[in-house]
């Protein structure tokens, strides 16, 4: 198995609603496990074609004879690497490609039926083939671990104790690894999947908070998979131990065709960091591999990403990779980079090796480097301050140094003693860690997980199932309706954790008030549970993309959004079951209740709005220039009258060169010295054919159209009157 090179497969997609809308064209070919990209912009080029493991047509429906189901994706990829699991290699399955090709899709799936990605099918054959198990010297043990690497920072999704920022170190027999990620022991499918949608429940949290989403991080999925064999007549216990490591990479994206700015643009930038560091690695171990010699440097520690996926990458583990496709020339460029990406990992090399007996190697390694510490200790005289005894626990070392006088001169003296000494505590826990009993790590996941309810209760995610509750909706798919805030009979109050009354239902972010808005749950005569919304001063909130102002009553399917970022569909289950049971026949909406329907009806609502409000003042220009054009006409009224049907508007009319008689106020200047264009009149005009000028018009305009014989006539006249003009 040593020297196995990286498994690499591509899957194409179905068209989305941004490329149908534009009309894509697909320029994905298929044909065996050959992938062929057309070029739109020269279709005469000849196309490229990229040969991988596995080439995958989905972008059909599952009508097409060659259409790639989640099925067939889990058969060919996860259970060949399930196998190699249970052999006792390490495996590492990562998904790779552009925002919004499929990579989640792939890797997770969906809740319905025949559509869970690779890890959940893989999670449930894990379990699957261990209660299938019929030999009594064989036992298992599985434990997991959840984690999310933002903008080169690493979280822990598991524990709701490590809530910020956790160190990557690099041991020297255990390799990186990240300092107190908790692993927690689980021994169903059941287990994993709560423990999937803890972890997807706490990324959500902090994905709302910070503003961000899920495609703006990298996920990765730890499993520690145990085998133990008792040998009865040796009466020797052997193991296996393998380390499964499911990655979903953040989406590669161009700031060009994504618009991003601000923090937006930092976090793309952190996001295409990592991964072209990846792509430095694939590209440097490839070439190591076809010049069968090492290269002078491979930068796994530009990136978190690389630094912890050093073993799978080139080293002892046996690696699958799926790159997403998108089939539209729109993103022709992304995905030519993807295919190029997926042909440099097929020539990585992996040395991978069976894990056996791991632990006893490693605790008698460990123990060895304790020795030597202790002994480069008591060499730089600072023996005083550990016990002698090797069974010596890191808080008796505390105890015992905190007696020594004036130890911290001692150590500033004592050339690398101070080092020695943080490496011994980080050895002799990680020794702890390892001889902890199966007992005890189940014990501390049962306590981690109570932990996590009260977290939830204190944000207002503990309640009665049959109770109203809030749901929250995210631009992720998979991170929505993770998280339901259950509205309690009476008040339940809404807003920020440093408000001075405490707030049932915590929320956070620069538009969430200290006191946002309450929801009020009353119960009728009749039983029925009525609950309304009553918003505070000066806080954003909109029900069904309206904003409230007054206390409003909702409706189970109302969608709520508070601040800017926070969305939620309101669920009233008794109301539900009394919809369903008035129109059981009702067909189900065309289109889905999700964040993306939220903010397009958000955004409609308030063009509403605005194209009333341009309405209205449209409306007040037209009544102002009407009573204006009233006035004036009313003026000139006037003036005919008093000075005769022909107002002296130019010298050419009077036969006078003095000034004309234009009425001042709203109809001229008053000055007497200037008249309007084209000012002249004649003796035969017809006073059905006299011009007047309307305040902000920019020509002379007719009352009456003018006869034809008029209008030559008056031509010459005109032009004479210009030609002076402009003499």
Request: proline residues 5%.
């Amino acid at each position: 198995m040593a020297g196995a090179s990286v498994k690499v497969a591509v899957r194409v997609r179905p068209f989305n609603s941004r490329e149908m809308s534009r009309e894509s064209k697909c320029i994905i070919q298929m044909s065996g496990s050959t992938t062929t990209i057309l070029n739109p912009k020269q279709p005469k080029e000849t196309p490229k074609s990229f040969s991988f493991d596995y080439s995958y047509w989905s972008h059909t429906t599952p009508a097409d004879i060659n259409y790639a189901s989640q099925k067939q994706v889990y058969q060919d990829i996860g259970e060949e690497m399930l196998q190699h699991a249970f052999e006792g290699y390490n495996v590492c399955i990562f998904a790779y490609g552009q925002t919004g090709a499929g990579k989640s899709y792939t890797m997770m799936g969906k809740q319905e039926k025949d559509q869970q990605g690779i890890i959940p099918q893989l999670c449930e054959d894990l379990f699957s083939r261990i209660n299938d198990t019929t030999n009594d010297n064989m036992s298992y043990s599985v434990e997991v671990s959840y984690m999310e690497i933002y903008c080169e920072r690493v979280r822990d999704l598991l524990n709701p104790k490590n809530k910020g920022n956790l160190r990557v170190r690099e041991h020297p027999l255990m390799g990186p690894y990240v300092e107190d990620l908790s692993k927690l022991a689980v021994t169903s499918y059941n287990d994993i999947q709560d423990l999937m949608d803890s972890g997807n429940k706490a990324r959500t949290v902090a994905a709302t908070n910070m503003n961000e989403t899920s495609s703006r991080s990298h996920a990765v999925f730890n499993i520690i998979f145990t085998q133990k064999r008792h040998d009865a007549e040796t009466d020797i216990t052997t193991e296996k131990v393998s380390k499964i490591s499911l990655v979903d990479l953040a989406g590669s994206e161009r700031a060009d065709s994504t618009g991003a700015k601000g923090t937006r643009l930092k976090e793309g930038a952190n996001i295409n960091k990592s991964l072209t560091t990846l792509g430095k690695v694939i590209s440097a171990l490839a070439e190591m591999n076809k010049k069968k010699k090492k290269t002078d440097f491979i930068p796994y520690r530009d990136s978190v990403l690389t630094w912890l996926l050093r073993e799978n990458l080139g080293g002892n583990s046996r690696t699958a990779m799926v790159a997403a496709l998108s089939p539209a020339d729109i993103n022709y460029d992304e995905t030519l980079s993807t295919l190029r990406y997926a042909d440099r990992a097929k020539q990585i090399r992996c040395n991978a090796v069976i894990n056996e007996d791991p632990n006893n190697k490693l605790i008698r390694e460990l123990k060895d480097e304790v020795a030597r510490l202790r002994d480069l200790l008591y060499a730089q005289g600072l023996g005083d301050i550990i016990d002698s005894s090797p069974s010596s626990s890191l808080s008796a070392l505390s105890s015992r140094a905190a007696s020594v006088a004036s130890l911290h001169e001692r150590i500033m003296f004592a050339p690398g003693s101070e080092e020695a000494i943080e490496r011994l505590k980080e050895t002799e826990k990680i020794i702890a860690e390892l001889n902890e009993t199966w007992e005890e790590k189940l014990r501390r996941t049962e306590a981690i997980r109570m932990e996590r309810w009260v977290g939830w209760g204190r944000m207002g995610q503990g309640g009665v199932p049959q109770t109203p509750h809030l749901v929250n909706l995210n631009e992720d798919p998979l991170m929505s309706e993770c998280l339901l805030y259950y509205i309690k009979d009476g008040i339940t109050r809404v807003g920020r954790e440093d408000a001075e009354k405490r707030q049932d239902i915590v929320l956070s972010g620069h538009f969430i008030k200290e006191e946002h808005c309450l929801f009020r749950s009353d119960t009728k005569t009749g039983g029925e549970v009525i609950v309304t919304l009553e918003p505070c001063e000066g806080a954003d909130t909109y029900v069904n993309g309206k904003k409230v102002t007054e206390p409003s009553i909702l409706r189970s399917g109302n969608r709520i959004i508070m601040g800017k970022s926070h969305v939620f569909r309101f669920n009233h289950p008794e109301q539900a079951r009394q919809e369903r049971e008035r129109t059981p026949c009702a067909e189900t909406p065309a289109e889905p209740v999700d964040w993306a329907f939220a903010q397009r009806e958000l955004l409609e609502k308030q063009g509403i709005d605005m194209k009333q409000e341009m309405e209205q003042r449209l409306q007040e220009l037209e009544d102002q220039y009407r009573r204006e054009r009233e006035e004036a006409n009313y003026l000139l009224e006037q003036q005919r009258l008093v000075g005769g049907d022909c107002p002296s508007m130019s010298p050419q009319c009077s036969g006078q060169s003095g000034s004309s008689s234009w009425p001042s106020g709203p109809l001229g200047s008053g000055s007497g010295t200037s008249s309007p264009p084209s000012a002249t009149c004649s003796g035969a005009m017809p006073s059905s054919s006299r011009k007047r000028w309307v305040p902000g018009a920019p020509l002379w305009l007719a009352v009456a159209p003018m006869t034809e014989a008029t209008s030559v006539g008056n031509q010459g006249s005109a032009e004479e009157g210009v030609a002076e003009d402009t003499a």
